[in-house]
Each structure stands twice: as structure tokens, then as C-alpha cells.
């Protein structure tokens, strides 16, 4: 089981949403934070003084599948949140040991 | 008495009053959220303080019997003699308590103006006594030199409808003396010090317009003509000034900001304080537009000498004050209120002129020397500012152990604190207690 975890824009959350479902996804994770990468922040401006703010508003998505989904939920992300432009966020994938259903106590892939 | 004056001074007393809690959310929007109580609690808390130590004490020296041009006695102290009788030589057609808690109302937002040049930093215990003896020491006086009969600056015939000297640049020049003694904010002019919240900014903005008609058209002290201009003259002044630095914004940023046109009403609404009652609309609007290009350019010069003003009280209550004090001077005419005078472009020479300048300096220096003097005391005794780790911490959790927003329930009940019961009365456990 991998966990793949993308960082996005929040005006893009609906799309990968529906991007997600049409991939047969049915759960997800997901958080409001604050980050930067290349993009960098944003310009202010308050009574003529100008602030660079560093952290933009990003939406986490967290995602647990079996190994042989992670094409199909990576390509469904990039498909939803792509703008072509900069700032559009990233997905990384990370192996997970065990997944549990806190309800039956079912494990492993059966839990997803 | 005259009841149509004094049911209008009573409605404008409350007006005035609403501009505190106006103030309160003006600044309070312009802070870090960590810092938004204890903002707003430096207004709200005056209205408490100023009050009563205005009855107590400071209305009798502002307005009592002149004493050498410099300040009242202590014939009104406790508003003794204070009653429902008009006071001829103070306001003939109202009760003198009416028209002492007029000025009340004055009193209370003078030292509260202030606040916004210490924020993010100050104690709040320093606060207490800053204000409490800047009412009496600095106020006060200033109160009796410019409206009290016998005051030397009234003598001298400056004009000041309104409180563009004892109210704006008193605050302002006294707001310049504190950040020169409290110091900058940790990480001014290196930090993103943003407002957190400039709807409540906006919303402080009309409450302060909606009260500033109180302001100054109850400064007539009469429902009569002269109230109605200037209560025309208040609306253009606020009118014009958000014009006035929309059009620096618009200029200088290329785009116009919400911020900048709440300021610029303020700042209009400083500028055309000490003219009101004096000036057509035409003029107002002049004043006005001029109040907002020249606050909207003063706001910057804190950066540039390195004085950490948080919330732009100098660049905007001490110079919009200046520019209304001055302009007053140029535009005052005799034609809209024969008990003023003719300013420069009314045809009144110099004279005006020169004695607003008079006025301007005395203000500037008397209020900058004795504020100056108050705040090392009041540093060297109960101090004035909060430890390094309190600011960063924010204001609100340090000095009054509640945030403004909280977002989380995670947590449980310690003590309840209640006021010690008096004999005899019954015993409630706190778990019973149903509370007020």
C-alpha cells in the first residue's frame, strides 16, 4: 500500500475531487496549510508600505491505495490541479506499512 | 434653556460617545490578531476610567473658573454646581451637566487617539496610569487654554471649532512622544506586521464618520444653522479626504486600496475638525482632499526617521490636525460664522494666520514636553512596556489572559473565580453556581 500525498491549489480541489471519483476514488483526506515553493508569496500592500507575504494558502490531500492504483490517482491529481502555471504543488508517494478500520478491525488492503 | 439645543447636545453626546468603540474596532482591525483585545480594550477601557476621573476631577480644571489664562479651579469639582442651570459663560441654552458631558464624551477619545501609536507593546497597568494623568496634566489644560472663557489661546482668538488642536494634534504630537520613549515593536520595518482583519477596520470607519457629526455639530453646542453647516462641512471633509488618498494610492500603487480610503476619511475628518464651524463646502472639500494627500504622503515618513508609530497616529491625527489647524487660518469666514473670523482667502489677511500658528506651536510644545516627561516617570516606576517574550506572545493572552478568536474547545475547567461573598450570604459550591 502506498500513501500519495499533493499539495495544491485550493481553487483546484473541486476538480481533483471529481478527477479522483472518475478514477474510482472514493476517500481522501483532506487539510488546510500554508506553504511555498518556487512561486514564492504574494505582495501586500497596507497605507503605502509593501510586505512580501512568504506562505500562500494550499489545500493537502492524503490519499491510502494499493500499489497498483498509484498511476491511476497520480494521473487523476495532475489532471485535476494542473493550470500549467507556477505554484500548481507537488505529489509525493510513500510506502505504508498497515492500514486498520478503526469499525471491523479489517487490515491491509481489505481496510482502503 | 433652550429644550431643542439640549435635546440635540444630548443626542450628539452619545454620538461622540459611539466614536470610542468605533475607534476600538478601527484600530483593533489594524492589529496582529494576537494583539486585538488588548487594542480595543485601550479605548473601551477609557471610556470607563476617563469618566469617572473626569467628574472627579478633570472637567473642573479643563472648565472651571479661569485661573491665569492656564487652567479651571476647583469650583466644579465633583460636578459640584454641575446641575440642570445653564452655565451662561460656558453654554447658555443647555444644562451645564449636558454640556459637561458633552465634553466628557471629548475627553474620553483624546487619550484613547493615542493608543494607537503604542500598540502591540504597552502594558496595560502603564496605560492605566498614562492615561489617567495625561487626562489631567496634559488634556485638561489644553481643554482651558482653547474653549474655556479667560483661556489664554481663546483670548488670543484662534479658532478651533471642534478640537483640531486640543484633540487631534494634542494626540498627535503626545502619540510622537510615547513611541520616542516606548521604542519600536520588535521587528518593525522587518516583519510582515499586516492588520488581521480590515472589516472590522471599515466598520470602525462608519462608526467613527456617524459620530464625528456629534463631534462637530454639536460643537455649535445649539440645534441652529451653524450645527447644519457644520455637520455639511463633517460629511465633505471625511468625503473629500477618501478621495484624496485613493488618488495617492491610485498614483502610487497603481491600484486602489480599501484601507486607504477609511484612512483618508479619517484623516479628512481630522483636517476639517478645527474649520466646521467656520467654513462653506466649498472650502471643506478643499480641506479635505488636502487632509488626505498629506496624511496618505505622512504615513510613510515613519519608515524613513525610523519611529515606530504602529498605527499612524502622527501621520494621521498630528499632521491632518496641522494641515486643518493651518487651513482653518486660510479659509475661515466670517460669513458662515460671525463669532469666528476672516481667513486669508476671505480676506482677512495674515492675522488668522498667524495666531493658528501660535496655537499650533504652543499645542505641539506643551503636550510633547509634559507627555515626554509623564512617560519616563510612568517608565521608571510601574514601566510601560511588556517583556520580548509577552510581544511575541501577543498582548492579548499576556496582559489579559484571553485571545480574541479561539479555535479550539481542547482543554478543561481549573477554578472558578468568584468575589468573596458578604456575611450571611449563602454559601454556593462553584459547581452550582449558576452564575450572573
Redesign the interface.
Known amino acids: 500500500m502506498k500513501i500519495v500525498v499533493a499539495v495544491i491549489k485550493p481553487f483546484k480541489l473541486e476538480d481533483v475531487k471529481e478527477t479522483l471519483e472518475g478514477a474510482g476514488i472514493h476517500g481522501m483526506t483532506v487539510t488546510d496549510v500554508r506553504g511555498f515553493g518556487r512561486q514564492k508569496g504574494h505582495t501586500?500592500?497596507?497605507?503605502?508600505?509593501e510586505?512580501?507575504?512568504d506562505f500562500a494558502p494550499k489545500v493537502r490531500l492524503e490519499i491510502v491505495v494499493d500499489d497498483d492504483r498509484v498511476d491511476d490517482v497520480v494521473k487523476a491529481i495532475t489532471t485535476g490541479a494542473s493550470t500549467q502555471s507556477i505554484g500548481d504543488g507537488k505529489i509525493w508517494i510513500s510506502p505504508v506499512e498497515q492500514v486498520i478500520r478503526i469499525r471491523t478491525g479489517e487490515k491491509g488492503p481489505d481496510a482502503l | 434653556m433652550d429644550t431643542g439645543d439640549t435635546a440635540f447636545i444630548l443626542v450628539a453626546s452619545a454620538l461622540v460617545m459611539f466614536m470610542t468603540p468605533g475607534l476600538a474596532l478601527f484600530y483593533g482591525g489594524m492589529v496582529r490578531s494576537k494583539n486585538v483585545l488588548g487594542t480595543i480594550m485601550q479605548s473601551i477601557f477609557a471610556l470607563g476610567l476617563v469618566s469617572v476621573l473626569w467628574v472627579l476631577i478633570g472637567y473642573t480644571l479643563a472648565f472651571g473658573p479661569d485661573v491665569g489664562g492656564f487652567i479651571g479651579n476647583l469650583d466644579f469639582l465633583g460636578f459640584k454646581d454641575v446641575g440642570a442651570t445653564p452655565n451662561d459663560a460656558l453654554a447658555a441654552t443647555i444644562p451645564h451637566v449636558s454640556f459637561a458631558t458633552f465634553q466628557m464624551m471629548f475627553a474620553i477619545i483624546t487619550p484613547a487617539l493615542i493608543t494607537g501609536a503604542f500598540a502591540e507593546r504597552m502594558k496595560f497597568s502603564g496605560y492605566v496610569l498614562f492615561t489617567a494623568l495625561w487626562l489631567i496634566v496634559v488634556y485638561a489644560p489644553m481643554a482651558h487654554w482653547v474653549w474655556a472663557p479667560g483661556g489664554w489661546i481663546r483670548e488670543l482668538g484662534a479658532l478651533d471649532f471642534a478640537g483640531g488642536t486640543v484633540v487631534h494634534i494634542n494626540a498627535g504630537i503626545a502619540a510622537l512622544a510615547a513611541v520616542l520613549v516606548i521604542g519600536k515593536r520588535k521587528g518593525f520595518g522587518q516583519g510582515a506586521f499586516i492588520p488581521h482583519n480590515l472589516t472590522m477596520t471599515v466598520l470602525g470607519t462608519g462608526i467613527l464618520w456617524f459620530g464625528w457629526f456629534g463631534f462637530n455639530a454639536g460643537s455649535a453646542l445649539g440645534a441652529n444653522g451653524l450645527a447644519a453647516s457644520a455637520f455639511l462641512a463633517t460629511n465633505l471633509g471625511a468625503a473629500a479626504g477618501a478621495c484624496g488618498w485613493a488618488l495617492v494610492d491610485a498614483r502610487k500603487e497603481r491600484r486602489s486600496t480599501i484601507l486607504g480610503v477609511a484612512s483618508g476619511a479619517v484623516a479628512g475628518l481630522v483636517a476639517i475638525t478645527p474649520a466646521a464651524g467656520f467654513v462653506g463646502p466649498l472650502p471643506a472639500i478643499a480641506i479635505g482632499l488636502i487632509g488626505g494627500v498629506v496624511c496618505a504622503w505622512a504615513v510613510g515618513l515613519k519608515f524613513r526617521w525610523g519611529y515606530d508609530d504602529s498605527l499612524d497616529v502622527v501621520g494621521v491625527h498630528l499632521v491632518g490636525g496641522l494641515v486643518g489647524a493651518l487651513l482653518t487660518g486660510v479659509f475661515a469666514d466670517l460669513a458662515i460664522n460671525e463669532a469666528g473670523a476672516d481667513g486669508l482667502l476671505a480676506g482677512g489677511g495674515f492675522g488668522l494666520l498667524g495666531k493658528q500658528f501660535v496655537a499650533v506651536g504652543a499645542t505641539l510644545a506643551f503636550s510633547f514636553i509634559v507627555t515626554y516627561a509623564l512617560l519616563k516617570l510612568i517608565d521608571a516606576t510601574v514601566g510601560l512596556r511588556v517583556t520580548e517574550e509577552e510581544e511575541v506572545t501577543g498582548v492579548d493572552l499576556a496582559q489579559h489572559s484571553e485571545v480574541g478568536y479561539s479555535f479550539s474547545e481542547s482543554g478543561s475547567f481549573t477554578t472558578a473565580h468568584q468575589a468573596t461573598p458578604s456575611a450571611g450570604a449563602a454559601q454556593v459550591p462553584a459547581s452550582e453556581g449558576s452564575g450572573i
Request: cysteine-free; charged content about 20%; hydrophobic content about 35%.
Open positions: 501586500e500592500v497596507y497605507r503605502g508600505a510586505y512580501q507575504v
